[in-house]
C-alpha cells in the first residue's frame, strides 16, 4: 500500500471516531428534546431553546449523513483503484463538496434557530435570491470549474503543468483557483475558469518534461554553436535522469545586436533536486561561455 492511500485510510478512520461521537450525541438530543426528561418543562417554557435545540439536531442529522455519504465514497474509491492509481485530487474533490453541504446545513441551522421557516423565507426572497445568482455567477462557474478539475485524471496535486505563461507545480486545487509553486518558491494562483480555458501543458503526463534555458549572445562576435552544444551535452551525460540524446541547441531569434539561443534537453519527472543541479551546472557553463566570448 502506497503513502497516499494509507495516510487517506488512516483520516477516514478518524472521521469514523468521530461519526460514532456525533451519532451518540444526536441520540442524546432526541431523547432529551422528545422525552419525558428534566428538559420538557423548559422547552414548553422558552420557545427560543426549543428553536435551539430543533436546530442542533437537524444540523448534526445533516452532517451525519453528509459523512456516511463521504466515508461509503471514499471506501467504495480506495477498493476499486489500484494503490499507484489513488488520487488526492478526488479526495480534495469530496472534501468541498461536503464542505458546500455543510454550510448550506448551518446556514438553515441557523434559520431554525431564529424561529424562521427555511422554505417560506427562500420563497419570500425570489428576487433577491435571483440577483444573489447573477452577481455570483463567475463564482459559480469558477466552483464548478474547481470541482471539475478535481474528479478528472487530467491534473493531479503535484503535477508539473504550464498555464499561459506560468509554470510550476500543483499545489492545491481550491473551488476558486488553482495553486502552483513554482521553481523559485513563488506561489501562483491561476484562476479555474482560466484553468479550463486556457492551453495548459502537463509535463506530469509523461514520464518526462523539457528543461528550457534561454541566453542572448552579443552579435558582435564569432558564435559558434557546436561546441557550445558539445559542451553543455557533456555535462548532462553525468546523470542518469536527464536524456543527454534529446538535447538541442537552437536559435531562436536573431536581432541586430543580439541572439537568442534556446537549449533544451528532456529529463525524468519527479527528480527535482537533480534538476536543480542540472540547472545551477548548465546556468553557470552559459555564463562561463559568455565570458569567454566577451573576452575574445
Known sequence: MNHLKSSIQVKENVRRRNF??????????????????????????FEILNHIIRALIFLISTNL???????????????????????????IGIGRI???LNSIGLLICLMLAFGIRPLEFL???????????????EYITSIANG????????LEI???????????FIRDITLINLVLK???????????????????????????????????ISAKSEIHLNPLEEK??????????VFSDGAQLNVIERKAETVLVRFQFPIKTGEKATEIIVKKEINQALIDWSHEQRKA
Open 20 to 45: 460514532a461521537i456525533k451519532l451518540l450525541l444526536l441520540i442524546i438530543l432526541e431523547i432529551l428534546y422528545e422525552g419525558d426528561t428534566f428538559l420538557r418543562p423548559l422547552l414548553e417554557k
Open 158 to 168: 503535484g503535477d508539473k503543468i504550464q498555464v499561459g505563461k506560468h509554470i510550476g
Open 65 to 91: 449523513i453528509i459523512s456516511l455519504g463521504r466515508i461509503i465514497t471514499l471506501r467504495i474509491y480506495l477498493q476499486q483503484r489500484e494503490d499507484s492509481k489513488v488520487q488526492p485530487n478526488f479526495v
Open 98 to 100: 461536503a464542505g458546500i
Open 123 to 137: 420563497t419570500s426572497i425570489t428576487i433577491v435570491a435571483a440577483a444573489i445568482a447573477l452577481l455570483t455567477k
Open 232 to 241: 553543455l551535452v557533456s555535462i548532462l551525460e553525468k546523470f542518469e535522469v
Open 147 to 154: 470541482l471539475i478539475m478535481m474528479f478528472s485524471d487530467q
Open 182 to 216: 513554482n521553481d523559485s518558491g513563488e506561489i501562483i494562483l491561476i484562476p479555474n475558469t482560466m484553468a479550463l480555458t486556457t492551453d495548459v501543458v502537463n509535463f506530469s503526463k509523461n514520464n518526462t518534461h523539457q528543461v528550457i534555458f534561454d541566453v542572448e
